[in-house]
């Protein structure tokens, strides 16, 4: 049964509690019930593995290791239709008013689509602007590109941070191998000096152009970032240094205000969310490190998965069936974070950048329309890397107390110049073998008569087993290139935003930092006094 509410036939999104979709009362039958266990499931059917892999472009998504029973997976699937969700991926990709709170569109898809389908002032000025960014990025790679005492740009320092740092600094790291060999791309995110002197160390003012990237332009350790930077290019570059200043911001007017001229301002929309902005001129970093042409391909990635999500049916659509998942461990059975686990070195920093778009995108205590969600909402997200996780937080994953569920994510082959190498050959089996390892080890997990099997002393018995029964989805890229990267992305982003749409809250505010900010803003103000921690922090020093 779908009880939609007759009202809301307009097709708009639904932007109240979940907990009134009929099939969210079949979900909590089904926890009250319980489910089997994963290693019933999974040796019952030999053909699990199949059913809830799923293709989404060039990604395989395999659901196997997760509760879901024929049951479950109905009454999410039913939840989804309820709740509109592909009608509302197809009106966030594209470009519609969705965010609530701010009265604004979200407008990230219609900037990647490729199609050439969507129109509009902002997406025509957003053509402009990367056309300008193309331009930029040619001359750069080209050796075309001087400063301004005519020597060849060879350094991009990108300042900027959260949405306006993660994804360039992911980008540029993970598509390493497809990067230009003469042009150095470096970032800085903190307020901390340390971190920016790292940036410019070992650089030459005049070969080196300061990008720095600020939707609003308020941002302070970013303002900071850029004062210290100024003074590092004065000190050798005198009244021209502004020159070597390039901004990507919406807010054109502060821009103007600190004297950078208008050639050097690259406008990113309003509506384009930070967490979402890669695929804006707050990709231009990536632009210059990877090219234009891979810039493209990474952004066809993009549009090619958008286009999926945004259309196919729930029961084929892979970032609506992971939101559905998220949902079910998150709000059903109660799991409170989630460990994302890439087995490739090249994706170290997608832990980082997922943590921005999931927690400040999920992180809500209230729907659209103002109502209690009546359930958690987006689960804490953490991990790292693959071989060193099994080496630091994989004994909690297998034996803790709480269960975590893991996303696991693996390339069969690795990107690397040396693919024909027999050695990067064995290390790619080698992190595959041991991703596939630790995801059945935790479904399976090695009850008590097994350990004893194995010829265990009884005293160690209950040390050596292991529950089993933790679940998990396994993510499979071909290799890493700009298009799988950019299918990653926007498989990630379009399951937030599906995760959001099932709970109906709105993904694309971020009240929740403002009052840290405020308050810093209030106390960082000479005129006021000192804080009382930091004085009594003072007065131990002086004692
Ligand atoms: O952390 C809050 C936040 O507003 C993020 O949403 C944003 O990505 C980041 O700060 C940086 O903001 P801006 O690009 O305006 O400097």
């Not at 001359?139 to 001087?146: E, L, P």
């Not at 090695?446 to 010829?455: C, H, K, Q």
Request: with cysteine; net charge negative; proline share 4%.
């Amino acid at each position: 049964m779908v009880d939609v509410n007759p009202s809301l036939d307009d097709g708009l999104p639904i932007d109240g509690p979940v907990h009134s979709a009929s099939a969210w009362a079949g979900l909590r039958d089904r926890v009250v019930e319980g489910t089997p266990s994963l290693r019933a499931l999974l040796n019952n059917d030999p053909d699990r593995g199949k059913q809830l892999g799923i293709k989404c472009v060039d990604i395989l998504v395999d659901l196997s290791r997760q509760h879901l029973t024929d049951e479950v997976l109905g009454h999410l699937q039913d939840l989804a239709r309820q709740r509109r969700v592909v009608e509302t991926l197809g009106r966030v990709l594209a470009g519609d008013t969705v965010n609530g709170s701010e009265n604004q569109a979200a407008s990230h898809g219609a900037l990647r689509d490729r199609t050439g389908k969507p129109s509009g002032s902002d997406i025509e000025a957003a053509r402009r602007t990367f056309d300008r960014m193309t331009d930029l990025a040619t001359a750069i790679r080209d050796g075309k590109a001087t400063g301004a005492t005519g020597h060849r740009i060879t350094a991009l320092v990108h300042l900027g941070i959260g949405g306006s740092h993660l994804g360039p600094a992911l980008a540029v790291d993970a598509l390493k191998h497809h990067t230009h060999p003469d042009v150095t791309i470096r970032f800085s995110s903190a307020i901390d000096t340390d971190d920016l002197d790292e940036a410019l160390s070992g650089l030459d003012p005049q070969s080196t152009l300061v990008v720095v990237c600020s939707k609003s332009f308020t941002t302070i350790e970013t303002l900071k970032a850029l004062d210290a930077a100024l003074d590092w290019l004065t000190a050798d570059l005198g009244d021209v240094a502004i020159d070597h200043v390039i901004a990507v911001t919406t807010a054109v007017r502060q821009a103007q205000d600190r004297g950078i001229q208008d050639d050097h301002i690259l406008k990113v929309p309003v509506s384009v969310g930070g967490r979402f902005s890669i695929g804006s001129a707050v990709g231009l970093s990536v632009m210059v490190a990877i090219g234009p042409q891979a810039f493209s391909e990474m952004l066809a990635g993009m549009s090619a998965v958008d286009a999926q999500s945004a259309t196919q049916p729930v029961e084929e659509n892979a970032a609506i069936l992971l939101a559905l998942v998220d949902v079910w461990n998150r709000c059903h059975l109660g799991r409170g974070s989630m460990a994302v686990v890439p087995y490739a070195h090249r994706l170290r920093l997608f832990v980082s950048w997922l943590q921005q778009l999931s927690m400040e995108s999920l992180g809500k205590g209230v729907c659209q329309n103002g109502d209690d969600p009546g359930t958690p909402t987006g689960p804490v997200v953490w991990g790292a890397t693959g071989t060193d996780a099994q080496h630091a937080f994989f004994q909690l994953l297998h034996q803790g107390t709480d269960v975590v569920p893991v996303d696991f994510i693996g390339l069969l082959q690795m990107s690397t110049s040396r693919v024909d190498d027999a050695g990067v050959r064995t290390s790619a089996n080698l992190l595959l073998t041991n991703l596939v390892a630790h995801a059945d080890a935790l479904a399976f997990g090695r009850n008590a008569e097994e350990v004893r099997s194995d010829g265990v002393d009884e005293a160690l018995v209950a040390h050596r087993t292991f529950p089993g029964d933790r679940p998990s989805t396994t993510v499979l890229l071909p290799e890493l290139t700009p298009t799988t990267l950019g299918q990653l992305i926007s498989l990630y982003e379009n399951r937030t935003v599906a995760f959001a749409a099932l709970l109906g809250i709105n993904p694309f505010d971020q009240w929740g930092v403002e009052l840290g900010k405020r308050t810093a803003r209030e106390l960082a103000d000479e005129s006021m006094p000192e804080h009382g921690l930091l004085r009594r922090v003072r007065s131990l020093e002086d004692e």
